[in-house]
């Protein structure tokens, strides 16, 4: 069964950047059959679509954070970032990684990693 | 971009009940549309994709249809563990979710 763990800071400040990471086990990241992204979910809020990677590091950013946002992937580790720039209070989240299939079916998720942004 | 939106975004039901959620979006979208279940400090699981296709190991009484705009869910026969809270995510053009529909007792 395919798993993926979110991990990195879970309190960023205001301007500064958020840095996650989702590992994945135990298949390959560099399967030509999928995309890796990342979805958060404010507190009480539904669901965001940031942006997703293909192994090759072709990227697909949602258009509204596109300005802040870098997805890249790192095969030799099984590992896919997220980095998000000048953040602020409203972008603390629950903060999941995800395999996307291509047509954005999401079967695996991981378990979402909480992100405060607060002095 | 496409605007995905769920209704009712709450509803009351008891065990044993039909539920229907309907989703609507903002322009045609074939039947690129999923359905996901979320229950309390859990991730989202997918119960339905391409519109009607059930994902494997979800129970016979999720149901989808629908098809251009106009998208339903039907759960029938509510169980205990159904009560959740759902949301549509359009596949046709990138992504985008609708707002939930939490199904509570």
């Known amino acids: 069964q395919l798993h993926l763990q979110e991990s990195g800071p879970r309190l960023v400040k205001p301007s500064e950047t958020l840095s996650l990471t989702c590992t994945v086990s135990?298949?390959?990241?560099?399967?030509?059959?999928?995309?890796w992204g990342w979805i958060r979910q404010p507190p009480g809020q539904g669901l965001e679509w940031i942006g997703s990677?293909?192994?090759?590091?072709?990227?697909y950013y949602t258009a509204s954070l596109a300005s802040r946002v870098t997805i890249s992937v790192d095969t030799s580790n099984n590992q896919f970032s997220l980095r998000l720039t000048s953040v602020s209070a409203a972008d603390t989240a629950l903060y999941y990684c995800?395999?996307?299939?291509?047509?954005?079916?999401?079967?695996?998720w991981g378990q979402g990693l909480w992100v405060t942004v607060s002095s | 971009d496409i605007q995905m939106t769920q209704s009712p975004s709450s509803l009351s039901a008891s065990v044993g009940d039909r539920v229907t959620i309907v989703c609507r979006a903002s322009?045609?979208?074939?039947?690129?549309l999923n359905w996901y279940q979320q229950k309390p400090g859990t991730a989202p699981k997918l119960l339905i994709h391409?519109?009607?296709t059930l994902e494997s190991g979800v129970p016979s009484r999720f149901s989808g249809s629908g098809s251009v705009t106009e998208f339903t869910l039907t759960i029938s026969g509510l169980q205990p563990e159904d009560f959740a809270t759902y949301y549509c995510?359009?596949?046709?053009?990138?992504?985008?979710f609708g707002g939930g529909t939490k199904v509570e007792i």
């Open positions: 995800v395999r996307r299939d291509f047509g954005y079916t999401l079967r695996f």
């Open positions: 135990p298949d390959s990241i560099s399967s030509d059959d999928y995309y």
């Open positions: 990677i293909f192994h090759r590091g072709k990227t």
């Open positions: 322009q045609p979208i074939s039947r690129s």
């Open positions: 391409r519109a009607s």
């Open positions: 995510q359009q596949s046709y053009s990138s992504t985008s």
